[in-house]
């Protein structure tokens, strides 16, 4: 779910590049809007599946916590850069680069999981 989530939020974003009307503004936000919302509660699912349940609430809200923060320097930044710039332009190019790099991460630990014996049903044995 992370990396289709995470995918189809950098498409969104790239759709945002291309369209410049207020339809197509409520529209991909919309879309985008989806897209984020299946990903922070795969993160809880993820951490449930890989770690022990005395273990999960701790990592739970760290990783929300960092989800969190990252939202909202997100948000600041893109403002920045539009104070810098005058256009969204630069600031969805970043996002999207954002999303490449959890992209790139995301896969890097399936990779990672998938060489240690972890399938889609998680832990070894489940």
């Known amino acids: 779910m992370l990396l289709l989530g ?3 939020q950098a498409v969104a974003l790239l759709l945002f590049l291309q369209f410049d009307g207020l339809l197509a503004l409520y529209l991909l936000s919309a879309i985008f809007g989806l897209f984020q919302g ?42 920045a850069i539009f104070d810098a710039t005058f256009s969204y332009r630069l600031a969805l190019v970043n996002g999207i680069g954002w999303n490449l ?3 790139a991460i995301a896969g890097w630990i399936v990779l990672r999981l998938r060489g240690r014996g972890f399938g889609a049903a998680g832990r070894v044995g489940a």
Do not use: C, H
């Open 6 to 8: 995470s995918g189809l």
């Open 38 to 79: 299946g990903i922070v509660p795969s993160y809880a699912v993820m951490v449930r599946q890989f770690f022990p349940p005395a273990e999960a609430g701790l990592r739970v809200s760290l990783v929300l916590s960092a989800t969190l923060a990252g939202m909202g320097l997100g948000g600041w930044l893109s403002g």
């Open 101 to 103: 790099l959890n992209l």
